[in-house]
């Protein structure tokens, strides 16, 4: 376990570092193409493109850190009103989102790989990278759910499932 417990500290240590620098490349680019537009009466063909492909890897890779971190938005009216049915919950929690983030890696993987040949306008590369966010950031919440799942479930020490 402690292995594993590695694992997803460095995975999770690499997510946010590269949304770290991703969020820097962002505001760059756009205040590169707010003072070209403003200043100088003209501006770049790719950065809005650029910019709105680094916001997609942002938000994929944020539900991934987001996932890790079990800080996803949650309603605890059901829970507040019965404690009593709150690690019932919590499962059924967890077996939805493994079964989301299975879909949605499974389904963003072949849409990826259809997209292998289609090339963004401006920025001109294959917009199979750009979806490929789709399966990293499934497949890391996956790895993330499941070693939360196992912590829970050994040794008892996740707040929640």
Known sequence: MEVFDRIVQILSMIIKIA???LVVVLVAIVFTQVVLRFVFNGGFAWN???SRFIFIWICFLAVASATNENSH???DLLTGKLPSIKPY???LSWILCFIFFLLLGYLGYHYAKSSANRIAGSVGISLMYIYMV???SSSLSLVFLIHRAI???CCGRSKSV
Do not use: G, T, Y
Request: cysteine-free; glycine content about 0%; hydrophobic content about 60%.
């Open 19 to 21: 949304v770290a620098i």
């Open 134 to 136: 789709l399966p990293i």
């Open 89 to 91: 919950l919590d499962v």
């Open 151 to 153: 912590k829970k479930i």
């Open 48 to 50: 809005e493109e650029a």
């Open 73 to 75: 938005m949650k309603l």
